[in-house]
């Protein structure tokens, strides 16, 4: 099994180690399968608000112990991340993922933006993504994601987003 280098992916540890990037509205909280239908890998979840809420984690590469060499053979990275919105309100659902060189240069990116997740939808989806043949140089790794409720309610309406993951084989 891989080795996830997200820290806290579930939120099991509050907010440890993610930093706010936006903290709208009310913003971001931890929950624990409140007002959404059951899904199959977590028991809990960020939730965040009416106002636009998004995280973020920079992954050191070097501090996980891998190599200049073997980091520079782009290996393949891969990227997951589950979402879902509250059973009575709609949301939407954001994320980027940044590889980045040592002076935190961009080299390579993927990105959801703005993805409205209709009221109809009780399900939580996973994207994912692996990056492969995007050059050498990565040293960072910088995964945000988040989103916001499609009404304006005060309170924890907006996205859900649990289990994020990234993984190098």
């Known amino acids: 099994m891989l080795k996830n280098l997200i820290r ?9 180690h993610w930093q706010a990037v936006q903290n709208g509205g009310d913003g971001w909280k931890v ?4 007002g959404i239908p059951e899904y199959p890998y ?3 979840y960020f939730a965040a608000s009416f106002q636009q809420c998004s995280k973020t984690q920079v992954i050191d590469l070097l501090k996980h ?7 520079d053979s ?9 979402y879902a919105k509250r059973n009575d309100s709609g949301s939407s659902y954001e994320l980027q993922v940044q590889l980045l060189s040592e002076s935190r240069n961009v080299i390579s990116e993927f990105s959801i933006k703005h993805t409205a997740i209709p009221e109809s939808d009780f399900s939580f ?3 994912s993504h692996t990056f492969i043949k995007y050059g050498p140089g990565v040293r960072f790794i910088k995964f945000t994601n988040g989103g916001k409720s499609l009404k304006n309610w005060k309170g924890w309406y ?9 993984t190098i084989n």
């Open 42 to 44: 977590h028991m809990k």
């Open 125 to 127: 989806n996973q994207v």
């Open 65 to 71: 112990g891998y190599s200049n060499e073997f980091l």
């Open 158 to 166: 907006g996205v859900r987003v649990t289990g994020s993951s990234v």
């Open 31 to 34: 929950e624990n399968d409140v």
């Open 8 to 16: 806290n992916p579930c939120g099991e540890e509050g907010l440890d």
């Open 74 to 82: 782009q290996p393949n990275i891969m990227i997951s991340d589950w």
